[in-house]
Structures are given as C-alpha cells and as structure tokens.
C-alpha cells in the first residue's frame, strides 16, 4: 500500500509534514534516483534521498510504533552527540533495528525527569509544537519568599524575553525554607520555561524535575538513568490528544517480549 512521501518523511522523523512538503517543493527529496513532486506517494521497496543521502525504504515505516519513557538524571544531554563528550540521553536507550528514537522534546543539562522517545516522528512533532496545548507538569524546588500575589502573577502571565509566559497552574509540594517545593504546570516548550519564570520573580529554582508529559506520568518503578515502555493505554492516549490517528500496532509495557499489541 502506497504512502504519501510528506507522511514517510515526517514519520522518519525529519520534521513536521508541512516542513517536508517545503523540501518536496525545493527539490530537495528524490525518490528511486528521481525528483518528487508534492502529492506523489511511495511505495514499501522505494528508495528515499534527501539532498544526496539515502534516508531508507518505505517498508521500514510497517514496523510497529515504540514509546517509551525515560527518567533522565542531572548532568545528561538530550542531544545524539556532545561535542564537549558529556554523557548524553541517546546513550541509555534501547537498540533499535530499522528505526531511530526521536526525542519528545528537551529538558536541560540540570534539569531531571520524564522524557519521552518515540519511533514515530509526526507523532513526536505533534506533541511539541505549541498549537497541540500539551501539559508538561514539574516538581520545583524554590529559594526565596513566594506569596499570593507572585503566585497569581505567574498564573496571569509575565512578558519574559521571548514573550508571554505562564503556569496554568501551580500548587504547593510542601517544604519549607529552602526546602519548598511546588507543582507547576505549562504548555510550551520554551527553553528554560519553568526557570525564567520564576527567576522573574526574584527567586531562585534550586532543583527541577518533569513529572508528566501530556497523559503520561513518570512511574515510581522507573528508577533515575532507566527507562520503561509506555502502557498502551498511554500511547492510544496521546495519539488521540493531537488529533493523530491509533496505530494498529504498537510495542508496548504489556508487551514486553517484542510482540506488538493490536489496536483495540
């Protein structure tokens, strides 16, 4: 069965679909040796090259879709590979075969907790980019005086140098003085969200970690520097929240021996 070439390169992970439809537009993708135009499809042998380097066959897209979730420590990367040789994310993750791992967003060097990876780029897209509205949820350790009013004008918003920025919801963790803690909510991705927004407070984030991710909540039993696979109530989950539809198969927590579990 064909696919549409904008479908099989976004599921590569290459970018958005209206980002590979601009490269189809600027001759930039080729197909068995030839240019490609918008709207062409792709069959399971066909070969795929984007600006001169083969990308791979169409038929590798039948494998089953992977998420899994990971509970980075303090002092990893999330990019592939560090020029400075720090330890990075990709280096404790599972091998795939035919397939690549593509991150869910970022979370910085000092920053802890849930990220997910995924084998399916349109989905990973999706769940990034600000117009799907995605909860990200952190436990933050805070230093300095936090009130009512600081607490409502973080709710409201605050112009940080990028723009508008708030939590849309925040509540307290318990601790006290340099010891308190706060659950924070937000829907983009920006760098260094949850730190510039209180930092504009005039206090300090002493330790940070991510919690959840969409529908998805870091497991007790997933312990720092491990990962686990996604329940695929989870997956089905976070297909539905950005409009995408359930793939049929999908390698999941309940399938732990390699066997996909079948849509339901």
Sequence with gaps: MSEKL?????????????GMEKWIEEGRVKVNGSKTT???????????MVDGRPIGRVQE???????????KPEGQVCSRNDPEGRPTVFDRLPRLKNQRWISIGRLDINTSGLLLFTTDGELANRLMHPSGQIEREYLVRVIGDVDAAMVKRLHEGVMLEDGM????DIQDGGGEGSNHWYYVVLTEGKNREVRRLWESQEVMVSRLKRVRYGNVFIPSKTSVGRWSDVDAADIRGLYRSV?????????????RAGKPNRRR
């Design 6 to 18: 904008q479908k099989v390169l976004a599921n590569k992970g290459l970018g958005s679909r209206r």
């Design 165 to 168: 920025a708030r939590f849309t």
């Design 38 to 48: 918008l709207g062409d499809r792709v069959e399971a042998d066909d070969l795929i």
């Design 243 to 255: 409009d995408l539809p359930v793939p049929k198969l999908i390698v999941s927590a309940r399938s």
């Design 61 to 71: 897209e039948q494998q089953p879709v992977r998420l899994i979730l990971y509970n």
